[in-house]
């Protein structure tokens, strides 16, 4: 009985006829809707949110940025940045920075110039009244650079924090799309890899780091207050540990995520191309249909994927851009600062002024080297499934 329900069943599939130009018209899917799908498929969500806080900070400067840019990627008039109207926009949030920190540079110099006038009418009689008045007006010019530090500081760790909130928001799409285009071993190995990276640098360098830096500071001012008691060693100690582990983090990092990333792309890419020829081989009839459908699929993720890494980037740059703008702004006051009362002030003042401006570019170069390394994520992530789709 089995025989023979076997040979009819046989008998029907060949009797059966088969239209192949109607069976791959009606197959037949055009790419732009599978783009389509999946841009519409994606949480787009927490992005938008991250890219909406970056419109309010730079909206009098920058042309106002949406997710709904990624889109129009695809489109013929497509989604131009403009080198120009950006650099322009920077350039004028740089002066307004220096204006907004005019203020502090004011009262540097006037109290600068208390200083040397108090010297002026320094007498052997008055000598410890004049030496008293000169500590005080020390003091509360050291009080006012260490805020304006402080408020540095402070941008540092907030935009540090902005770029991880970014990468959270990121990250699970890069991932998804890369799923999507079969990069499992990919996935697998970046997921881990890249939130440890995002969560532990971020943590390191605003728990450690920047303690390690106002510390560096407060030893150098310390060491301007007596001729006796120097601390220029543990200050320069402390700035040598800053630059060495910033050092050897970047070189840490850049290593596993490229180490990583080979690895995985070569896997991949070896199963992308096993499963495309056992699916046009072994499926009958729909089989190079399928096979085409495949690669539409993995070719619209790639498009996407690199899409989205591009607007990543380039959000990311100017969040950090902006950021570090305020920090150099800083720099530039306090270099100012330095070299208008050089010539009326004290020798003690001027260096502790140098001092400062150097430490805050210590900051400078944390925030910068986070962004950096952000970068170097997404650029690894992209060029994975870049490389995966050409083994296949």
């Known amino acids: ?61 920058l042309p106002q940025i949406s997710v709904k840019d990624i889109i129009k990627l695809f489109s013929k008039d497509g989604f131009r940045i403009k080198i120009i109207e950006i650099s322009k926009g920077i350039l004028k949030y740089f002066l307004d920075e220096i204006w907004a920190n005019s203020k502090l540079l004011g009262q540097l110099i006037v109290l600068a110039m208390m200083v040397a006038v108090l010297k002026t009418f320094q007498s052997n009689d008055s000598a410890q009244v004049n030496n008293l008045a000169n500590g005080i007006v020390y003091l509360v010019l050291v009080i006012i650079a260490l805020n304006s530090f402080k408020v540095a500081i402070g941008i540092g760790k907030d935009t540090i924090r902005d770029m991880v909130d970014i990468m959270q928001a990121i990250l699970p799409i890069l991932l998804s799309l890369l799923v999507s285009m079969g990069n499992v071993t ?103 249909f399928l096979s085409s459908t495949l690669d539409m699929v993995i070719g619209g993720s790639l498009l996407i994927k690199n899409a989205l890494g591009v607007f990543s980037v380039f959000i990311i740059i100017v969040f950090c851009s902006f950021s570090v703008i305020k920090i150099l702004a800083l720099v530039f006051i306090y270099r100012l600062s330095a070299a208008l009362i050089q010539p009326i002030s004290d020798d003690k003042i001027v260096d502790c002024l140098n001092r400062l401006a150097n430490n805050l570019l210590y900051i400078f170069a944390s925030v910068a080297i986070v962004g950096v390394m952000f970068f170097v994520v997404i650029i690894i992530m992209v060029g994975a499934a870049n490389f995966t789709v050409m083994m296949r």
């Not at 599939?13 to 055009?30: E, F, K, V, Y």
């Not at 809707?33 to 927490?46: F, G, M, R």
């Not at 995985?264 to 072994?282: E, H, M, N, Q, W």
């Open 186 to 288: 990919s996935a697998a190995l970046f997921h881990p890899i890249s939130f440890l990276i995002v969560n532990s640098l971020s943590t390191f360098i605003i728990n450690i780091l920047f303690p390690l830096i106002f510390l560096a500071t407060i030893l150098d001012i310390v060491n301007n207050l007596s001729n006796n008691f120097k601390v220029t060693g543990m200050a320069g100690l402390f700035k040598k540990g800053v630059a060495s582990i910033l050092g050897l983090i970047t070189t840490i990092f850049l290593g596993t995520i490229v180490a990583q990333g080979t690895i995985a792309t070569v896997s991949d890419g070896v199963t992308i191309r096993t499963a495309k020829y056992l699916t046009g081989s072994f499926i009958p009839v729909v089989g190079g």
């Open 1 to 61: 009985m089995k025989k023979l329900l076997i040979l009819i069943f046989i008998l029907t599939l060949i009797s059966t006829p088969i239209d192949a130009n109607n069976s791959d018209s009606d197959l037949s899917i055009q790419p732009g809707e599978i783009i389509e799908k999946q841009l519409q498929k994606l949480n787009l969500s927490e992005l938008d949110k991250e890219v909406q806080k970056l419109n309010k900070e730079v909206e009098e400067y």
